[in-house]
Each structure stands twice: as C-alpha cells, then as structure tokens.
C-alpha cells in the first residue's frame, strides 16, 4: 500500500450537514464503559480492545467533558496499546468508495510516549493505503484532527491499529478516537 505520513494539527471538529459527508461512524448506538473488551456498533463497527467514552458534564471515566464536549451522545472508542490485547477499530464494509477521511483524536490520560497509530484502508482482505500516525504530544485533552485525501473507488473497510509504543502489558497507550467520516470517490 501506500505510505503516507501524518502531520498532526489541532483543529475544529468536522460537522456534516452540508451533504459533502457520505458517511459517519456510529459509535453513540453503543453505551459508555471503561472496560477494554470487544464491542460493536449497530451499523457493525467492530473494537477490540476498546473502551469508549461520552461527553458530559464533567471528567469521570468514563465521562470526558474536556475532550467530548457536554454532550451526553458524544462518543469516543478508545484503542488500549496493552500488547498483550490490541486496541483496534474496524468499520463494517464501506460502500460508497473513499475520498477524503478524517476524524478526531486526542487523550485523556497522561501516556508518556505520544500518539502512535496505523490506519489502514482495506479492500477485499488487502491494505490497499496506509496512514502512520505519529505524534509526540502528549497533552491530555487536546484534539487532533486527521484528515487524508485517500481516493479509493468501490467497497473498503477502514482499520485503525494501536501500534503499542510503551511495549508494556499494561493499560497503555490509550487513544480516543471519534468523528470517523469520509466523502465518497467513484
């Protein structure tokens, strides 16, 4: 596949509405939960080794107003770097080809060795383009915006990997990931 490298900047979270967006995660169908296990949205997103976290009114675990907002819909799945379970997300299969995908990071809590994390755009059972994310902040709460012009025509799936920078069998590494959305490519 294709390497590609990811310049992180913080910036406003995308808001579809204006018909560009062909598609969104669904992450707000599953309740919040500490807990790193297996889950999946109602649409079929698949996370292993996952958490996921709400907005709200303050910054209980697994309620995160500082990065989430105050919306109680607000959701983030959290990919775990513990490297004896992976933290990964997998969309469902993806119809309307793939131009432009973005979506949201950041962390809350303090990880010593910054972000990193692969995003893979699948097509039948082979990675077609791959995204390294490596960010060397790690600055509780703030936001980071990923966004890649992928242009791939026809049905992909969009992987997103915890590639486990601390090396530890602990709770580690962990990265909240919400505002999957991409625009369609022909």
């Known amino acids: ?7 992180p900047t913080p910036g406003p979270e995308p808001t579809p509405g204006d018909g560009e967006w062909a598609g969104r995660d669904d ?12 889950r999946q949205s109602t649409a079929g997103w698949v996370g292993e080794n996952c958490a996921v976290q709400a907005g709200g009114p303050n910054d209980s675990n697994p309620v995160f107003n500082s990065l989430l ?4 819909t607000a959701r983030a799945w959290v ?3 513990k490297t004896s379970a992976v933290g990964k997300i997998t969309s469902p299969v993806i119809t309307t080809g793939c131009g432009t995908l973005t979506f949201q990071y950041g962390m809350t809590f303090t990880e010593a060795n910054g972000y990193n994390f692969t995003v893979d755009i699948v097509q039948n059972g082979d990675v077609v383009k791959t995204f390294n994310v490596v ?6 709460f703030a936001k980071y915006t990923f966004e890649e012009e992928v242009n791939v025509a026809g049905e992909f799936q969009i992987v997103i990997t ?3 920078p601390s ?9 909240s990931i919400w505002d999957i959305m991409w625009t369609a490519h022909n």
Request: hydrophobic share 20%; charged share 25%.
């Open 1 to 7: 596949g294709d390497e590609g490298g990811q310049e």
């Open 27 to 38: 992450f707000a169908t599953v309740a919040h939960n500490s807990s790193y296990i297996a």
């Open 69 to 72: 907002g105050s919306s109680e």
């Open 79 to 81: 990919i775990n770097g």
């Open 135 to 140: 960010n060397a902040d790690n600055t509780k």
């Open 162 to 164: 915890n590639n486990c």
């Open 167 to 175: 090396a530890t069998d602990g709770n580690k590494d962990r990265y």
